[in-house]
Nanobody, 124 residues
Framework: EVQLQACGGGLVQAGGSLRLSCATS????????IGWFRQAPGKQREGVGC????????YYGDSVKGRFTISRDSAKSTVYLQMNSLKAEDTAVYYC?????????????????WGQGTLVTVSS
């Protein structure tokens, strides 16, 4: 059974940091890309970035570039989203997802598997 479990959300002040984790199982971790998405109330789901496990490349959306970093622990089949310099507009439910596509994959419908979301609230 494919599983992706995102955790690590919480309440943080603007300018602070949080690290989200996405633990995966049930598929070949090294053969998939893991993407991070977020969805704020009343808004469409937005691609935050992705990590291509085949080559280790990472891609980021313009709104988070320079502040967010995606990394992995292949031994644990886990991907992390380190979020620094958080802003109120980063408040959203964050999701991780898996796809076999490569490159800058940011469209939600390109992803095959999804985890449940974790809420990040940034207070200003």
């Amino acid at each position: 059974e494919v599983q992706l479990q995102a955790c690590g959300g919480g309440l943080v002040q603007a300018g602070g940091s949080l690290r989200l984790s996405c633990a995966t199982s049930g598929f070949d971790f090294d053969d998939y890309a893991i993407g991070w998405f977020r969805q704020a109330p009343g808004k469409q789901r937005e691609g935050v970035g992705c990590l291509i496990n085949r080559d280790g490349m990472t891609y980021y959306g313009d709104s988070v570039k320079g502040r967010f970093t995606i990394s992995r622990d292949s031994a644990k089949s886990t991907v992390y989203l380190q979020m620094n310099s958080l802003k109120a507009e980063d408040t959203a439910v964050y999701y991780c997802a898996a796809t076999r596509l490569t490159g800058y994959v940011v469209r939600p419908y390109d992803y095959d598997y999804w985890g449940q979301g974790t809420l990040v609230t940034v207070s200003s």
